[in-house]
């Protein structure tokens, strides 16, 4: 989830470069794009969390994970980018309607992505540092009284 905030700054970026204003229409993009960050999130952190499982230390199986899924995360950008960029430089009168959706989603997941692949392996390991400094030693833990 916190991907997300990244990508509507990549999606606004994205109306600035090519010159439209956010419309409802623009809105409608953003709520994919954040379907679509939340799942190259998901990939990656699920895949952390096997290897956590089978006994990797946190670094470790953040590294594997972004290792691991560095191919899929990318090519889902390419992908979707790719797939969107006819309508984004389309110059017709009829698809004029849907370019600016088009925009938020295409240009949003470009920066989404580098944040994604970088960001959240970085947040992982600062709430497995926390996670282990405060909740596995009680000696460091808040105690009310």
Same mark, same amino acid.
């Given at each position: 989830?916190?991907?997300?905030?990244?990508?509507?700054?990549?999606?606004?970026?994205?109306?600035?470069?090519?010159?439209?204003?956010?419309?409802?229409?623009?809105?409608?993009?953003?709520?994919?794009?954040?379907?679509?960050?939340?799942?190259?999130?998901?990939?990656?952190?699920?895949?952390?969390?096997?290897l956590r499982r089978q006994g990797s230390s946190a670094? =470790?199986?953040?590294? !594997? %994970?972004?290792?691991?899924?560095?191919?899929? $995360?990318? &090519?889902?950008?390419?992908?979707? +980018?790719?797939?969107?960029?006819?309508?984004?430089? =389309?110059?017709?009168? !009829? %698809?004029?309607?849907?370019?600016?959706?088009? $925009?938020? &989603?295409?240009?949003?997941?470009? +920066?989404?992505?580098?944040?994604?692949?970088?960001?959240?392996?970085?947040?992982?390991?600062i709430i497995e540092d926390i996670r282990s400094r405060? &909740?596995?030693?009680?000696?460091?833990?808040?105690?009310?009284?």
């Open positions: 989830m916190a991907a997300i905030p990244f990508g509507l700054v990549g999606a606004v970026i994205g109306h600035m470069i090519m010159g439209y204003s956010l419309s409802i229409i623009s809105m409608m993009g953003l709520v994919a794009l954040a379907g679509v960050v939340v799942n190259d999130s998901l990939v990656m952190i699920v895949h952390a969390n096997d670094i =470790e199986a953040i590294q !594997q %994970a972004g290792i691991r899924r560095f191919r899929p $995360i990318l &090519l889902t950008t390419i992908t979707t +980018f790719g797939g969107l960029a006819p309508m984004i430089f =389309e110059t017709s009168r !009829q %698809a004029r309607f849907m370019i600016p959706m088009a $925009i938020s &989603l295409g240009y949003g997941i470009l +920066f989404a992505t580098l944040i994604t692949l970088l960001l959240v392996p970085s947040l992982y390991l405060y &909740l596995m030693n009680p000696d460091l833990a808040i105690v009310e009284t």
